[in-house]
């Protein structure tokens, strides 16, 4: 009787997690694409919808394959960055003084807050706690971390060259404390949004419908790209050959660790412009 109703549940829930797995690509892909496209910068209510809408649809989907979310590359360590980094954008936000419906208190930024806190409770109820991180893990973060640093500096590689002949004339102090805390402000932004989505439950539903992983690879790098067109013609190199290699890079980061996590680091590297606090440290050398 109990095999009889799990087979009765089971396509069920693959059919809610399809619906859900669908409203996060349409969020990320035509939705995104289109208030960047339309709506004026100064207008930040449709980004702020899409990253509450996110965050939302995320955390529904970790709880629903709680049972199962080592299918979807999410163990201890990527999950307390989902869990705990996330609001943290709000708070700095708020810091910098930006005028931004994500900033602490506003709206938009209490939702996430609370999304987080909700996520939180109900994993704690579920028997989730906070857990080492295994040593295979924490030597893919420090691949991750040399991922994002390499990429971060390739992508800026011109302004990193002519920097260098300069490099003695930085001052750690000042380029210490903006650019990690610039760091922060993306690990808690865009990887906690694309992250569980293209390298996590797109890859883990796919691979669930019996798809081979190298065309798996593949797509999400393709869908990675294509959710970026908005570079395409104002910023055609990075567009045409640096989000692509990375959607590669941090899809094989997943792929091969098996973890979202060392991509999470290595996509906040990346966004985050590390290569000027390489120079920073590099002027004590």
């Known amino acids: 009787m109990g095999t009889e109703i799990f087979k009765t549940l089971q396509p069920r829930h693959q059919q809610i997690a399809w619906f859900v797995l669908s409203l996060l690509l349409l969020l990320r892909l035509p939705f995104t694409i289109i208030i960047i ?85 109900a994993l704690w109820r579920k028997g989730w706690r906070l857990t080492p991180v295994s040593r295979a893990t924490l030597g893919w973060l420090i691949v991750g971390l040399f991922a994002g640093i390499f990429v971060s500096v390739l992508e800026n590689l011109k302004l990193f060259s002519s920097s260098l002949s300069h490099v003695h004339s930085f001052r750690i102090a000042p380029v210490l404390v903006p650019t990690s805390l610039n ?25 669930r419908r019996q798809w081979n992983e190298t065309w798996i690879w593949l797509l999400q790098g393709g869908l990675f790209t294509i959710a970026h067109v908005y570079f395409a013609s104002q910023y055609p190199v990075i567009f045409w050959i640096f989000i692509p290699f990375s959607g590669l890079l941090l899809g094989w980061l997943a792929w091969r660790a098996r973890t979202i996590a060392p991509g999470m680091l290595a996509h906040a590297l990346i966004n985050g412009s590390v290569y000027i606090l390489i120079l920073g440290l590099l002027s004590f050398v």
């Open 183 to 207: 760091l922060l402000y993306h690990l808690s932004f865009a990887p906690i949004n694309e992250e569980p989505l293209f390298r996590g439950f797109l890859w883990g539903y796919l691979r």
């Open 37 to 121: 496209f339309l709506l004026p910068i100064e207008n930040q209510n449709g980004s702020a919808i899409y990253e509450v809408g996110t965050y939302l649809l995320t955390a529904f989907l970790v709880l629903w394959e709680y049972d199962n979310l080592s299918d979807f590359h999410i163990e201890t360590s990527a999950l307390a960055l989902i869990i705990f980094l996330r609001p943290v954008q709000t708070l700095i936000l708020n810091y910098w003084g930006v005028d931004s419906p994500l900033a602490f208190p506003n709206p938009f930024g209490l939702m996430l807050s609370a999304i987080s806190i909700g996520l939180f409770i």
